[in-house]
């Protein structure tokens, strides 16, 4: 398991960037790094805390599945929806192409 | 122009026909005009909308039609509230112009107990920071001194109540962003129990954190509104399904008897000032000279929260952005002048409509998010400050064994000044050190006005309870504002600097 206490790289940053799709110029790149690197190296402290055998906590409500019955109700008026898009086609969300694929 | 009252009396005088809410409405916009273009609260101003709902409400008056209880009150939305057909922004260029199909669920409450919406509120960039200083479309000041920030995330819903544009506003606090700017501001802001107003239609930032909270004048109307937003829904399935206790209930009783817990790792949180751990000592003297039981508590996991918090938020975070892709609404990046042509394909489309529609704070947290979750440090990072969630948990568990409310302080000093603290985001976070824990726990807190520093500038005292403590935490912040040094006011609501 990876610990806290290797730095992050600017390969690393350059990483989540492309995971999180954003690109980042150069100069980016290099700011973001040491911000970062700042922000982790003061959440260090947690590593000195014993949490052997504690569970952890996700959320602050006990959450539990919420059913309900299946009843047909309104939706959003597809018209007010699509209007919002930046690009639509015959009723649907139109985007680039997806796969290489001849257009 | 006469001076603004608070939204208990607008709404009495509204609803006995003593005044009309388009009179009421008419003087806040003259306030607004008058001082908006110093302040900047508002991303958008309604007020030909503002007008037609208050002659709206007159009219229910005049056909004999209960008005509700914030008949004619004017309210600020955060502008990460969803308004129908209204724009709503979060500050963010990835939003901006974007109508919602739909209205929040607090927003259709407001409407149906009578309030009047002015305007949307600036806020860091989709609620992340503590300034206003992260949205796209300029900061907010403080209307206490221009060359201050408000605070933030709700920075223009704290700056709206301070300057008298509205009695009321809602806010969004995921780590501190109603109580911090409310302590900044001079006024009351309280983050309620988690799950017991609906996020429905508060556009999402961390999701296990974040709640809809008041903004006001006074501690009483605080707890007015609060009543009208809290309640069951059903298009929340985080929202609880109890009826809440009365915000309401315990105003006026004192607090002869209660035990308060001053909490020490707060107290002695990095970077507070000096005049910050003055008056959170003086508020004790005084809950203590009042009745109170006042003695010192310990939180030890406190002392974690920060760090805790700043995984786990951004971690949510990148997660709720990831919808942001230029398909269904928003902006689309990218595309070619003349033709309009879309980028090549939808992965370029994605990668250049979050890279311009996002600035550069967001970008931070996603990026920190993506790595505390990435494959070979979820456990290091986000897993470890779940674990330290769990700790802070059982600490106020017992703490609250002892004492029925804790006091801390709501922020680490008075406003700073604007641009003071953007170069190094570490210090920027060292703000919310006071209001995380409450954020981690799913606990309310709120932020009393608890006189001003040697800067003539308010600050703030914070009352922390249980979960559906909200009743104590009123009674105690209504002593706390009984007992509280002259607070500042701002010269735009006729006080003088």
Same mark, same amino acid.
């Given at each position: 398991m990876a610990t806290m206490s290797a730095r992050i790289t600017t390969q690393d940053v350059a990483h989540v960037a492309q995971l999180a799709r954003l690109e980042l110029t150069e100069e980016e790149l290099e700011r973001f790094t040491g911000q970062l690197a700042a922000v982790l190296e003061h959440a260090r402290d947690v590593e000195a805390l014993d949490t052997a055998g504690v569970a952890p906590t996700a959320h602050p409500l006990p959450l539990r599945n919420v059913l309900r019955d299946d009843i047909v109700g309104p939706s959003l008026p597809r018209a007010e929806v699509l209007a919002a898009a930046p690009s639509v086609e015959a009723d649907r969300f139109r985007v680039p192409r997806i796969l290489g694929e001849a257009p | 122009m006469s001076a603004p009252t608070t939204a208990r009396g607008i709404a009495a005088e509204v609803r006995s026909g003593a005044r009309r809410a388009v009179d009421v409405v008419e003087e806040h916009l003259v306030r607004i005009e008058a001082h908006e273009g110093d302040v900047h609260a508002f991303n958008l101003v309604l007020a030909d909308a503002a007008r037609a709902q208050a002659a709206a409400i007159d009219e229910a008056v005049a056909a004999g039609?209960? #008005?509700? #209880?914030?008949?004619g009150v004017p309210v600020a939305l955060k502008d990460n509230l969803c308004t129908r057909g209204i724009p709503t922004t979060c500050s963010s260029r990835i939003l901006e112009g974007w109508k919602p199909p739909y209205d929040a669920t607090v927003v259709q409450r407001l409407a149906a107990a009578g309030a009047v919406f002015v305007g949307k509120t600036n806020l860091d960039e989709f609620a992340m920071g503590s300034s206003t200083e992260n949205s796209a479309f300029g900061p907010t000041a403080n209307p206490h001194d221009l060359s201050r920030v408000p605070g933030g995330s709700s920075g223009g819903s704290a700056a709206a109540v301070a300057a008298g544009f509205a009695p009321l506003a809602l806010g969004s606090d995921t780590g501190g962003s109603i109580r911090q700017p409310a302590a900044l501001c001079g006024v009351v802001g309280a983050k309620p129990t988690y799950g017991l107003v609906s996020r429905y239609g508060l556009v999402a930032f961390a999701s296990s954190l974040d709640q809809i909270g008041p903004f006001a004048l006074d501690v009483a109307d605080a707890a007015l509104l609060l009543d009208v937003l809290a309640g069951p829904d059903r298009r929340d399935s985080t929202c609880l399904a109890e009826t809440a206790p009365s915000a309401s209930a315990r105003l006026g009783e004192g607090v002869d008897g209660l035990r308060i817990g001053v909490v020490r790792e707060l107290a002695d949180a990095e970077g507070l000032s000096a005049e910050v751990r003055g008056r959170l000592t003086e508020a004790a003297d005084a809950l203590s000279a009042a009745g109170a039981k006042v003695a010192e508590v310990s939180i030890p996991a406190a002392v974690y929260g920060l760090s805790a918090y700043y995984l786990i938020a951004p971690a949510e975070a990148s997660s709720n952005l990831a919808r942001y892709d230029g398909v269904r609404y928003g902006l689309r990046a990218g595309r070619a002048a003349g033709t309009g042509d879309d980028p090549a394909d939808v992965s370029a489309m994605y990668t250049q409509t979050r890279s311009a529609g996002f600035g550069a704070e967001v970008k931070r947290r996603i990026m920190l998010g993506t790595y505390a979750l990435s494959a070979g440090y979820y456990d290091a990072y986000y897993g470890k400050a779940q674990q330290v969630r769990t700790l802070m948990v059982r600490d106020f568990e017992a703490a609250y064994r002892d004492f029925d409310v804790l006091l801390a302080p709501t922020a680490p000093g008075t406003a700073f000044e604007l641009g003071a603290k953007t170069a190094d985001p570490l210090t920027m976070y060292l703000n919310d050190v006071c209001t995380i824990p409450s954020n981690l726990v799913g606990h309310p807190a709120m932020s009393v006005p608890f006189g001003g520093g040697s800067d003539g500038l308010p600050l703030g005292v914070q009352v922390l309870a249980p979960a559906l403590g909200e009743a104590v935490m009123f009674q105690v912040a209504a002593a706390l504002e009984a007992c509280a040094p002259p607070v500042p006011v701002s010269p735009m609501r006729g006080g003088s600097r």
């Open positions: - | 039609r209960p #008005p509700g #209880p914030l008949a």
